[in-house]
């Protein structure tokens, strides 16, 4: 069975040769083609918790000892020792590093340097 004959002005139409121009769609946008002057405010993922093992230990001793804190003086010591420790850590680290653990910007650091360099809207 032989394919059907079509007129010679569908297959020009089929195959897009009745374009005059070639070119592509227009695109106009909704909104203007510019960054905003801030971004969203993301909650920082949590790190790892420290001083795990030092607060499993005070509350077994404090178990032990009907929760007495005279008995488990060494444990709580030792306890706030690290939590000390892990906060001085905490804030060196965030003086020196300007990016998160991913290797980003924070959005509050985003939103800073937003202020300082705002977009340009319109010409001068």
């Known amino acids: 069975m032989a394919a059907p004959v079509y007129p010679a002005w569908v297959t020009r139409w089929v195959s897009g040769q009745w374009r005059q121009k070639k070119r592509p769609p227009v695109i106009r946008p909704t909104r203007p083609l510019v ?30 000892n009907d929760f007495n804190d005279a008995a488990c003086a060494e444990e709580i010591r ?3 020792d690290c939590v000390a420790k892990a906060e001085k850590e905490r804030k060196n680290q965030n003086e020196q590093d300007t990016l ?20 340009i809207t319109r010409y001068v």
Do not use: D, H
């Open 78 to 80: 030792m306890f706030y």
């Open 100 to 119: 998160s653990p991913r290797g980003n910007l924070t959005s509050s650091k985003v939103n800073k340097l937003l202020r300082r360099f705002p977009q």
């Open 35 to 64: 960054l905003a002057n801030k971004v969203a405010n993301r909650r920082e993922q949590a790190g790892e918790a420290t001083c795990i093992t030092e607060m499993s230990v005070m509350m077994a001793c404090w178990k032990q």
